[in-house]
């Protein structure tokens, strides 16, 4: 079983639909939690940063940990055809120096 | 401020040859770590380097290899490649010792054939 499990999708939206992308673990250690957007033939871009449990809002996009559920997940409001990308879930903790990554949720939104 | 730059950006080699791939981190920043991305396996580690050592090392095979220089630019190398190697190969800057913010570059294409 890997530490990070994260639904491959593909997902397929229309414009303006909320979208939930999720990611389950099984480490308890993890402490800090990322979301990244990967656009095709590009080098994944940190889109959100939250440390430990709670929620954390940017624009349209909104990150919630779970640490008792071992459950994360990421919301985007109004979505665009510019959202159209990979979404990769990473975690670790505090002097892991590394982060450990989900297997990525590929999205389409649709015009 | 300029972001991660990576080195070349598109690498084609055969099986058995060496390759060195070069990263240049987010200024002022000193933390660089490697990640293999490829279909099968996702993104992952390598390993991380902070003030020239090596701090972490992922379960990749003694072929890859890396290095850091005093002004945080690093390299990794891989010798005796082989077809698996096909991969993106991405770095990541953080500003200090095991950051947990990474900053990506564009990666290096590696094709082996």
């Known amino acids: 079983q890997k530490e990070v499990e994260q639904d491959p999708g593909p997902l397929s939206v229309p414009e303006g639909a909320i979208v939930s992308l999720n990611c389950t673990y099984s480490?308890?250690?993890?402490?800090?939690f990322m979301w990244y957007r990967q656009y095709s033939r590009k080098g994944p871009e940190l889109l959100m940063y939250?440390?430990?449990?709670g929620n954390k809002e940017d624009g349209r996009f909104t990150a919630q940990v779970d640490k008792s559920s071992k459950y994360i997940s990421l919301f985007i409001r109004d979505s665009q055809p510019s959202d159209s990308a990979t979404y990769l879930c990473?975690?670790?903790?505090?002097?892991?120096?590394?982060?450990?990554f989900g297997q990525g949720t590929r999205l389409t939104i649709n015009p | 401020k300029a972001g991660v730059t990576q080195t070349p950006r598109y690498l084609i080699k055969t099986r058995g040859q060496q390759v060195t791939l070069s990263c240049s981190p987010i200024s002022g920043h000193r933390s660089v770590s490697w990640y293999q991305q490829t279909p099968g396996q996702g993104l992952q580690f390598l390993f991380e380097y902070f003030s020239e050592t090596q701090r972490n090392k992922g379960n990749f095979p003694g072929r890859f290899s890396g290095r850091q220089f005093s002004n945080s630019r690093s390299e990794m190398n891989v010798s005796t490649l082989e077809l698996g190697d096909s991969a993106l190969y991405l770095c990541?800057?953080?500003?200090?010792?095991?950051?947990?913010?990474?900053?990506f570059g564009p990666g290096t294409r590696l094709t082996v054939l």
């Open positions: 990541a800057s953080g500003h200090s010792e095991g950051a947990n913010e990474q900053f």
């Open positions: 939250t440390y430990s449990s």
């Open positions: 480490n308890s250690a993890f402490q800090y």
């Open positions: 990473a975690m670790t903790w505090q002097g892991a120096q590394k982060l450990v």
